[in-house]
């Protein structure tokens, strides 16, 4: 994924699902060009293997903002604590050279963030994601690229188990 990603000119992205912020703040130190912009209510949620309490992700909120203190304050990471299909309305059509998806696995809303999401993705750019080996995330990549998007590439990039699509 990373060699479809400009390195010399400003770039903006979007990560949605932020759990503790170990992706963001890999992609913000790979990419000293980037500012990104996270997406998490940190609210429980039914994710595709278990209900995940509010408590639970209160903890996690409170690590990705120590994590990512320094982004913040440098401007180049920001939070946007509301639901993926909430969050839509905040971000523009077209503009983000990158999406990197790695939200609730279940089927329904893996394919929802694909399709919801593959609009705010410049020409040119990237959607990626995470977890494509898990049942719901892979069933949605079939059906995304079957409808949308021509094919996906599996990827090691930002992390194991990704995978990017190429708008």
């Known amino acids: 994924m990373y060699n479809h990603i400009d390195r010399e000119n400003p770039i903006i992205a979007v ?20 500012t990104l912009i996270g997406v998490d209510p940190f609210e429980g949620y039914q994710d595709w293997h278990m209900y995940i309490e509010s408590s639970y992700m209160s903890e996690r909120e409170k690590i990705t903002m120590e994590t990512m203190k320094p982004y913040i304050e440098s401007g180049r990471f920001s939070i946007i604590r509301k639901y993926s299909d ?9 503009k983000y050279d990158f999406i990197y998806i790695d939200a609730d696995h279940s089927y329904e809303w893996a394919l929802h963030d694909m399709t919801n999401y593959w609009n705010k993705v410049k020409d040119g750019g990237v959607l990626c994601g995470h ?37």
């Open 15 to 34: 990560e949605v699902g932020v759990w503790e912020a170990a992706n963001a703040k890999r992609l913000l130190d790979e990419f000293p060009n980037l």
């Open 86 to 94: 909430k969050a839509l309305e905040d971000l523009e059509d077209g």
């Open 131 to 167: 977890d494509r080996s898990l049942n719901g995330v892979k069933m949605a990549l079939e059906e995304f690229t079957a409808t949308i998007a021509k094919n996906f590439t599996p990827s090691e990039e930002p992390q194991i188990d990704s995978w990017y699509i190429l708008k």
